[in-house]
T-cell receptor
Framework: KNQVEQSPQSLIILEGKNCTLQCNYTVSPFSNLRWYKQDTGRGPVSLTIMTFSENTKSNGRYTATLDADTKQSSLHITASQLSDSASYICVVSEGQAGTALIFGKGTTLSVSS | EPEVTQTPSHQVTQMGQEVILRCVPISNHLYFYWYRQILGQKVEFLVSFYNNEISEKSEIFDDQFSVERPDGSNFTLKIRSTKLEDSAMYFC??????????????FGPGTRLTVT
């Protein structure tokens, strides 16, 4: 069964600190892996998209890595800000058309001052 | 910046009633999607739509659901006979010209459906 698992479930860090979120997936056929940020009550917003041939991709203070062999990904956030408080969701695109997205449950990040 | 819009923001309906959720995708996008998120749970894919037909659909998207692009701007999700378990946030999304698997999907703010 196609699954996306994330850890930790929740995380609290101090403003200015770095953190790393983890994602493991069992999705076949694999098309690409995405990280989304979702604020409470809002739609997800894309941070990065990586195909199987990409190992790393950055978007400002967000850096995602992908190991397609071990089916693991991570999202590293540097110099966290209060506005980073949100749910971070790992999403894997599957299927021949690659349009169906399989979502993880997300990691809830709280940044405190 | 162009964005996906959805109406209404909140819909309350009685069990067994039909509902239509409406979305206006980004104007030059060609792929359209519906997702749902039951409170406290993860987002789930329902259906993707391209060139006036369903491209992919999940097991959730049964005969009670249908999608339509009635004109050049709207994309709708219809639930024929709502059930209590249909209560969720429904997100519409669209992706860039040419669509395809590597294109970013832009999500709308969602419609919260409450079935009583």
């Amino acid at each position: 069964k196609n699954q996306v698992e994330q850890s930790p479930q929740s995380l609290i860090i101090l403003e200015g600190k770095n953190c790393t979120l983890q994602c493991n997936y069992t999705v076949s056929p694999f098309s690409n892996l995405r990280w989304y940020k979702q604020d409470t009550g809002r739609g997800p917003v894309s941070l990065t998209i990586m195909t199987f041939s990409e190992n790393t991709k950055s978007n400002g203070r967000y850096t995602a890595t992908l190991d397609a062999d071990t089916k693991q990904s991570s999202l590293h956030i540097t110099a966290s800000q209060l506005s980073d408080s949100a749910s971070y969701i790992c999403v894997v695109s599957e299927g021949q058309a690659g349009t169906a997205l399989i979502f993880g449950k997300g990691t809830t990040l709280s940044v405190s001052s | 910046e162009p964005e996906v819009t959805q109406t209404p923001s909140h819909q309350v309906t009685q069990m067994g009633q039909e509902v239509i959720l409406r979305c206006v995708p980004i104007s030059n996008h060609l792929y359209f999607y519906w997702y749902r998120q039951i409170l406290g749970q993860k987002v789930e894919f329902l259906v993707s739509f391209y060139n006036n037909e369903i491209s992919e659909k999940s097991e959730i998207f049964d005969d009670q659901f249908s999608v339509e692009r009635p004109d050049g701007s709207n994309f709708t999700l219809k639930i024929r006979s709502t059930k209590l378990e249909d209560s969720a946030m429904y997100f519409c999304a669209s992706s860039a010209p040419g669509g395809g698997y590597s294109y970013e999907q832009y999500f709308g703010p969602g419609t919260r459906l409450t079935v009583t």
